[in-house]
Protein backbone atom coordinates (compact mmCIF):
# COMPACT_ATOMS: atom_id res chain seq x y z
CA UNK A 1 0.00 0.00 0.00
CA UNK A 2 1.68 3.50 -0.90
CA UNK A 3 2.65 5.81 1.98
CA UNK A 4 4.23 9.19 2.45
CA UNK A 5 7.82 8.79 3.30
CA UNK A 6 10.09 11.29 4.56
CA UNK A 7 13.63 9.87 3.82
CA UNK A 8 16.79 12.37 5.59
CA UNK A 9 19.93 12.55 4.43
CA UNK A 10 23.23 13.32 6.50
CA UNK A 11 26.71 12.98 5.50
CA UNK A 12 28.76 10.47 4.22
CA UNK A 13 29.53 8.85 0.93
CA UNK A 14 26.63 6.10 1.38
CA UNK A 15 24.25 9.35 0.34
CA UNK A 16 24.70 7.83 -3.43
CA UNK A 17 22.67 4.64 -2.34
CA UNK A 18 19.99 6.83 -0.45
CA UNK A 19 19.50 7.87 -3.85
CA UNK A 20 18.80 4.54 -5.41
CA UNK A 21 16.45 3.88 -1.98
CA UNK A 22 14.42 7.43 -3.18
CA UNK A 23 14.11 5.65 -6.60
CA UNK A 24 12.99 2.39 -6.11
CA UNK A 25 10.51 3.75 -3.44
CA UNK A 26 9.25 5.90 -6.11
CA UNK A 27 9.34 3.12 -8.32
CA UNK A 28 6.89 1.40 -5.20
CA UNK A 29 4.19 4.27 -5.38
CA UNK A 30 5.34 5.91 -2.27
CA UNK A 31 5.35 9.70 -2.18
CA UNK A 32 8.83 10.46 -1.20
CA UNK A 33 10.23 13.41 0.14
CA UNK A 34 13.64 14.23 0.86
CA UNK A 35 15.47 16.05 3.59
CA UNK A 36 18.90 16.77 3.35
CA UNK A 37 21.67 18.66 6.04
CA UNK A 38 24.10 20.44 4.56
CA UNK A 39 26.86 18.13 4.44
CA UNK A 40 24.78 15.22 2.76
CA UNK A 41 24.46 18.25 -0.12
CA UNK A 42 28.69 18.04 -0.60
CA UNK A 43 28.11 14.54 -1.30
CA UNK A 44 24.69 14.39 -3.10
CA UNK A 45 23.01 17.17 -5.01
CA UNK A 46 19.06 18.03 -4.29
CA UNK A 47 18.51 18.27 -7.83
CA UNK A 48 19.02 14.40 -7.75
CA UNK A 49 16.74 13.94 -5.51
CA UNK A 50 14.23 16.65 -6.97
CA UNK A 51 14.15 14.61 -10.21
CA UNK A 52 14.19 10.78 -8.33
CA UNK A 53 10.44 12.26 -6.15
CA UNK A 54 9.27 15.29 -8.53
CA UNK A 55 9.32 17.30 -4.79
CA UNK A 56 11.25 19.97 -3.32
CA UNK A 57 14.21 18.90 -1.10
CA UNK A 58 14.10 20.75 2.13
CA UNK A 59 16.85 21.63 4.13
CA UNK A 60 16.46 23.89 5.99
CA UNK A 61 14.65 24.87 9.14
CA UNK A 62 13.63 28.53 8.60
CA UNK A 63 12.96 27.57 4.56
CA UNK A 64 9.43 29.00 3.66
CA UNK A 65 9.06 29.10 0.15
CA UNK A 66 7.40 25.54 -0.10
CA UNK A 67 6.61 25.43 3.60
CA UNK A 68 4.78 28.49 5.28
CA UNK A 69 4.44 26.58 8.97
CA UNK A 70 7.83 24.93 8.69
CA UNK A 71 9.10 21.74 6.94
CA UNK A 72 9.27 20.23 10.60
CA UNK A 73 5.66 20.87 11.18
CA UNK A 74 4.22 20.20 7.57
CA UNK A 75 6.08 17.38 6.90
CA UNK A 76 5.81 15.55 9.41
CA UNK A 77 1.91 15.82 10.15
CA UNK A 78 1.58 14.07 6.43
CA UNK A 79 4.28 11.47 6.33
CA UNK A 80 3.51 7.55 7.87
CA UNK A 81 7.74 6.47 8.56
CA UNK A 82 10.75 8.63 8.47
CA UNK A 83 14.02 7.23 7.07
CA UNK A 84 17.30 8.54 7.96
CA UNK A 85 20.05 7.02 5.23
CA UNK A 86 22.85 7.40 6.02
CA UNK A 87 22.24 8.39 9.68
CA UNK A 88 25.62 9.56 10.52
CA UNK A 89 27.30 9.21 13.65
CA UNK A 90 26.88 12.92 14.44
CA UNK A 91 23.22 12.25 13.75
CA UNK A 92 22.90 9.55 15.74
CA UNK A 93 24.77 11.58 18.64
CA UNK A 94 22.22 14.92 18.12
CA UNK A 95 19.52 12.24 17.74
CA UNK A 96 20.09 10.21 21.11
CA UNK A 97 20.47 13.33 22.78
CA UNK A 98 17.64 15.20 21.49
CA UNK A 99 19.41 17.96 19.83
CA UNK A 100 17.87 19.77 17.14
CA UNK A 101 20.19 22.45 15.11
CA UNK A 102 19.17 21.17 11.67
CA UNK A 103 16.31 20.18 9.73
CA UNK A 104 16.54 16.82 9.52
CA UNK A 105 17.23 16.58 13.44
CA UNK A 106 14.29 18.80 13.96
CA UNK A 107 11.91 16.95 11.95
CA UNK A 108 12.95 13.75 14.09
CA UNK A 109 12.21 15.52 17.50
CA UNK A 110 8.68 16.46 15.61
CA UNK A 111 7.51 13.27 13.97
CA UNK A 112 5.51 10.86 15.88
CA UNK A 113 5.90 8.21 13.49
CA UNK A 114 7.79 5.19 13.23
CA UNK A 115 11.62 5.83 12.96
CA UNK A 116 13.91 3.82 10.96
CA UNK A 117 17.88 4.50 10.87
CA UNK A 118 20.25 3.31 8.27
CA UNK A 119 23.88 4.14 10.21
CA UNK A 120 26.83 4.30 7.88
CA UNK A 121 30.33 5.59 8.84
CA UNK A 122 33.59 4.00 8.99
CA UNK A 123 34.46 0.66 11.18
CA UNK A 124 36.31 2.69 13.60
CA UNK A 125 33.68 5.14 14.22
CA UNK A 126 31.19 2.53 14.24
CA UNK A 127 33.07 0.42 17.20
CA UNK A 128 32.99 3.24 19.24
CA UNK A 129 31.93 3.26 22.73
CA UNK A 130 30.16 6.42 22.77
CA UNK A 131 28.34 5.68 19.21
CA UNK A 132 27.08 2.29 20.39
CA UNK A 133 26.14 4.09 23.34
CA UNK A 134 23.86 6.74 20.80
CA UNK A 135 22.71 3.50 19.11
CA UNK A 136 21.87 1.85 22.09
CA UNK A 137 19.97 4.51 24.06
CA UNK A 138 18.00 5.29 20.27
CA UNK A 139 16.69 1.47 20.65
CA UNK A 140 15.40 2.08 24.32
CA UNK A 141 13.78 4.87 22.53
CA UNK A 142 11.91 2.65 20.11
CA UNK A 143 13.61 3.66 16.74
CA UNK A 144 14.45 0.71 14.61
CA UNK A 145 17.45 0.22 12.48
CA UNK A 146 18.64 -1.39 9.92
CA UNK A 147 22.26 -2.23 11.03
CA UNK A 148 25.21 -1.12 9.15
CA UNK A 149 27.14 -3.96 6.87
CA UNK A 150 30.80 -5.37 6.65
CA UNK A 151 32.44 -4.95 3.46
CA UNK A 152 34.61 -2.27 1.46
CA UNK A 153 34.40 1.40 2.78
CA UNK A 154 35.67 4.65 0.94
CA UNK A 155 38.07 5.28 3.31
CA UNK A 156 39.89 2.26 1.91
CA UNK A 157 39.26 -0.50 4.98
CA UNK A 158 37.24 -3.49 5.29
CA UNK A 159 35.01 -3.42 8.58
CA UNK A 160 31.63 -3.16 9.61
CA UNK A 161 30.41 0.34 8.79
CA UNK A 162 29.15 0.27 5.27
CA UNK A 163 25.08 1.64 4.72
CA UNK A 164 23.04 -1.20 4.49
CA UNK A 165 22.30 -2.11 0.91
CA UNK A 166 18.66 0.35 -0.59
CA UNK A 167 17.04 -3.36 -0.74
CA UNK A 168 17.52 -4.38 2.56
CA UNK A 169 16.47 -0.61 3.60
CA UNK A 170 13.30 -0.87 1.70
CA UNK A 171 12.20 -4.02 3.43
CA UNK A 172 12.32 -2.90 6.34
CA UNK A 173 10.51 0.16 5.38
CA UNK A 174 7.99 -2.07 4.06
CA UNK A 175 7.82 -4.03 7.00
CA UNK A 176 7.50 -1.40 9.28
CA UNK A 177 4.79 0.18 7.18
CA UNK A 178 2.84 -3.28 6.93
CA UNK A 179 3.08 -2.94 11.31
CA UNK A 180 1.57 0.29 11.58
CA UNK A 181 -0.94 0.38 8.97
Known sequence: MPSELIVGVTGGIAAFKTAALVSSLVQGGHGVSVVMTRAARKFVGPATFRA??????????????????????????????????????????????GLANDLVST????????????????????QKPAVQR??????????QFVDPQAGWQSCRRTGIG????????????????????
Open 52 to 97: LTGRPVASDVFERGHFPLGAHIELAEKADLLVVAPASANFLAQAAC
Open 162 to 181: RMAEPADIQAAIEKLLALSH
Open 134 to 143: NVETLRQDGV
Open 107 to 126: LMLSFDGPLLLAPAMNAAMW
